[in-house]
């Protein structure tokens, strides 16, 4: 196992690579608007997700809510 914390960048190219096996992403209840970056730059969303399934229920902390992701492969 190794952890790579980053930001969409170094996930998308993780992702595309295979070296991903499970991902942890923190969602806050911000609207960034405009200036708001894509949390996987350079993936469309179906792209992103098409191979990942939920690896266990939603855990809550304060208002932020930490989901994860395995591999379906």
């Known amino acids: 196992s190794?952890?790579?914390?980053?930001?969409?960048?170094?996930?998308?190219?993780?992702?595309?690579g295979?070296?991903?096996?499970?991902?942890?992403?923190f969602v806050a209840?911000?609207?960034?608007?405009?200036?708001g970056v894509p949390a996987f730059p350079g993936m469309e969303l179906r792209e992103a997700w098409?191979?990942?399934?939920?690896?266990a229920p939603p855990r809550f902390f304060g208002r932020d809510v930490l989901l994860t992701f395995d591999r379906t492969d």
């Open 2 to 16: 190794l952890l790579c914390e980053g930001g969409g960048r170094l996930a998308s190219q993780l992702i595309r």
């Open 18 to 25: 295979g070296f991903a096996r499970r991902l942890y992403l």
């Open 29 to 35: 209840p911000f609207v960034l608007g405009e200036r």
């Open 50 to 55: 098409e191979e990942w399934n939920a690896g």
